[in-house]
């Protein structure tokens, strides 16, 4: 009888006395987590790492079509998510992050570079498995509406909910989110408390502290400090859609530059140094044959009176 008393006082907030409390709202988010085909070791690493610190995450199978994307949101659904974070690999090089709130929208592309694991890192700084995390935005995140629609994905992707599964009621790491160069830099820290050292009475030219009001009750005065854990990466946002995988473009980053543009011009600077080098082989042998030094071919050089053909004739 309690559970049907607790499950009819709930919408409405009210108890049998009459009196209306005030009913909090529950945070109910849920990430699927899964990549594309062809991601590299290190990317399924950084996905293994995004996967332990994110425990209200459900990680599923690899995808196997990189066109119907509107699939993800079957999945989401399947699973009783409402956030999907997909990895979408391409030339088994390239890294491309979706972030989307399904089924609705909106969803934000974006390029991941300088991708670094925990594996890679070996940085002393640890947290407990499950504990929640404190999101640490900078500010230009409200300077604009696109900035403040990626602030708003990131906080339901990466922001653990009270109570969620698989969660432990802790909070000893942050996640900072700071934007430079046009980027979103991703990083993660412990919260280290330390304790002060104790000073020695016996030393030779020291006294020992007084005891303060806090230490007379019992309590330590502790430092905090951060410590990196990892992963860290860089993402570029590219596009923002109105809807969850489709739907209009409502934000485009006009100063994106493909990873494939920028190998294609690094080839055509390599060709471009090669042509120079063969044309001035090609001058230089075509000068040659003008001045008749060539021994084959080009113009014939002129006898003269001191030749051995004139002289010896």
Not at 22 to 50: A, C, E, F, M, W
Request: hydrophobic residues 35%; aromatic residues 8%; charged residues 25%.
């Amino acid at each position: 009888m309690a559970a049907v008393y607790k499950s009819l006082s709930k919408p409405n907030g009210t108890k049998a006395d009459g009196v209306t409390h005030p009913t909090s709202r529950k945070n109910k988010q849920r990430v699927l987590i899964l990549s594309s085909r062809g991601v590299t070791y290190r990317h399924r690493h950084l996905l293994n790492d995004l996967y332990s610190l994110l425990p209200h995450s459900r990680k599923d199978a690899k995808l196997d079509t990189k066109t119907k994307l509107y699939q993800l949101n079957e999945l989401a659904e399947l699973y009783n998510c409402n956030n999907v974070f997909f990895f979408e690999a391409r030339k088994a090089k390239d890294l491309y992050l979706w972030m989307s709130k399904a089924p609705n929208g909106p969803t934000v592309k974006m390029h991941l570079q300088n991708l670094h694991t925990m594996e890679e890192l070996h940085f002393t700084g640890n947290c407990l498995k499950g504990s929640r995390p404190i999101l640490s935005f900078d500010a230009s995140f409200d300077g604009q509406p696109h900035l403040a629609v990626i602030k708003e994905l990131l906080l339901h992707v990466f922001g653990v909910p009270k109570g969620a599964r698989k969660t432990k009621p802790f909070v000893d790491h942050v996640m900072g989110f700071t934007l430079a160069d046009g980027k979103v830099w991703i990083r993660c820290y412990q919260i280290n408390e330390t304790a002060p050292a104790k000073q020695k009475a016996g030393d030779a030219g020291e006294t020992a502290p007084e005891p303060t009001a806090k230490a007379s009750k019992g309590t330590k005065e502790t430092s905090l400090g951060l410590v990196e854990i990892g992963p860290r990466f860089v993402m570029t946002p590219i596009v923002i859609l109105e809807g969850s995988f489709g739907g209009p473009v409502i934000y485009e980053n006009k100063e994106f530059v493909s990873p494939n543009q920028v190998r294609s011009d690094i080839r055509q600077r390599k060709a471009g140094r090669y042509n120079r080098r063969s044309e001035k082989g090609i001058e230089r042998t075509s000068k040659k044959g003008e001045l008749g030094l060539r021994s084959h071919g080009g113009r014939p050089q002129e006898k003269g009176a001191l030749d051995e053909s004139v002289l010896f004739a």
